[in-house]
């Protein structure tokens, strides 16, 4: 209270009651500058620094003193750096599980493991690589002006020694798989020959393993498979569609054919015999495929000349659709099981593991072959009047013999009449199955144009024997008729005598029927 009787209020504190400070006494500048509380003041300074750690503060236990801001938030930080570090360490384990290649966080962690005294090797997985002794010595660099020194003790960058020791280093940018070794201890000196021809050696070699790899894994060689086709095969033994599979029978320029012995599906008996073909995933053999499918109307609309492993399903997928035409017109072929992808599983034509001979091969009496002849025709005109095919690849290697009949196989490449070159394909297959049975002594056999006009229903004037005029009267035909197919959707073959060309026969017409 002063003196006017007014009592003065001193101002609160925000930081609340606060303890009484003891009163410091004065002293004079000669105390100050004494030696002895210089030496005072130095241990105190000492002993303050000395705590200054905190992580020190953090693991000893007799550590109380909190007074410090910046000590207690420098304890609390490294506390959660820890915790941090542990919960990245699960995460790591977590993540890269019982892979060989593993993934670090090493340069996440808040807290590196040479400075964590505290972390075990069981925990932390991690290898200081800073001295590696198997890593190699970067090589010394020359500067940019291209040379090092002065006088007589100068090095350029084309020094032999300094060229040596860069291009062995340069050894470990190889492929893994080209073993350079480590040359620990060792002083190597490659000449820029020696490396530029190891160099080439590996970039051969890498280009050859790949081309290697590529081949074993998408081609399908002569009486092999490649493991995504024996994969397929595998299933289908699994499954129980096949009981096992036997051998390679028969190959082709476009498929491989094994034996193998049938098994159930869904419950319903496969033939005790069934025949797997395989189609060549390879398009050197057999590069004109597109000539047979491009243009037919059941595939137009899913071919494409750019994805030729596509192709080969639609191939193996359009025999399966012209054995089931062929079946329906009791034309004796054999029974489609299963399709996959490109394997195609048929019944087996013969007894006891032995295939029915080709027709080529069979040795038969007059009779018989005269019987094989009309045997022959006779599929040709049901093939093309009631199935609407054209086999396209009709001859005595596609024609087996077997209980006295003749069995028409590998309708692969089989089209309708109705494809631009349909009359050109049985044509063709007219030469050949009256060229073969003429030359068997079979009297009774058709000329090539007889027989094309007995199989086809036209009457296209053989006068002329001259076979070039007669392909060309039946490429006019196919030309004549193109509009036909565009609009209407079937063809029709109209030819004119010879007397009167206003006088037309009747007209053939090969309908679509799908």
Known sequence: MDQSGVTAHKPKSPWGVTAAMPAVSACSLTDVMSEQLARQLEEENHNFSGLTDPSALLLSDDAADTTSDLMLAQMLQMQYDREFDDQLRREEKKFNGDSKVSISFENYRKVHPYEDSDSSEDEVDWQDTRHDPYRAAKPQTTPRRGF???????????????????????????????QVGDGLGMDLKLSNQVF????????????????????KEHSTAEQAVDPRTRLLMYKMVNAGVLESIN?????????????????????????????????????????????????????????TKL??????????????????????AEIPCPDVVLLRKHILVMSFIGQDHVPAPKLKDV?????????????????????????????????????????GKVWLIDVSQSV??????????????????????????????LSIFELFNAVSGLDIP?????????????????????????????????VASQDDEEEADPPFEAAADD
């Open 363 to 403: 040795v038969l009496s007059s009779d018989d072959m005269k019987n094989a002849f009309y045997q022959v025709l006779h599929l040709m005109q049901t093939l093309y009047k009631e199935c609407h095919l054209v086999h396209a690849d009709l001859s005595e290697y596609n024609m087996l013999w077997h209980q």
């Open 196 to 215: 530029n021809s190891l160099k080439q050696h590996c970039a051969s070699e890498q280009r050859r393993s790949a081309k290697l790899h590529e081949k």
């Open 416 to 445: 309708e009449p109705t494809h631009p070159h349909g009359l050109e394909f049985l044509f063709r297959d007219c030469r050949n199955v009256s060229t073969f049975f003429q030359k068997r002594g079979v009297t009774e056999a």
């Open 462 to 494: 053989i006068g002329r024997e001259n076979e070039a005029e007669f392909v060309a009267e039946i490429v006019a035909l196919e030309k004549r008729n193109e509009d036909h197919v565009q609009r209407r959707g079937k063809k029709t073959f109209a």
């Open 307 to 328: 994805n030729p492993r596509k192709i080969i399903r639609l191939w193996a997928e359009k025999e399966m659709h012209n054995l089931s035409r062929m079946k329906k």
């Open 148 to 178: 090092a020194g002065k006088g007589k003790n100068i090095t350029t960058k084309h020094d032999e020694v300094t060229c040596g020791r860069k291009n062995t280093a340069r050894m470990d940018n190889f492929a893994p798989e080209v």
């Open 247 to 303: 051998g390679c029978i028969s190959t082709g320029k476009e498929s491989v054919v094994f034996h193998a012995n049938g098994g159930c599906l869904d419950e319903q008996p496969v033939p005790d015999e069934v025949v797997l073909k395989v189609f060549k995933t390879t398009l050197n053999e057999f590069k004109n495929r597109d000539r047979y499918i491009k243009d037919d109307y059941r595939f137009i609309d899913r071919f």
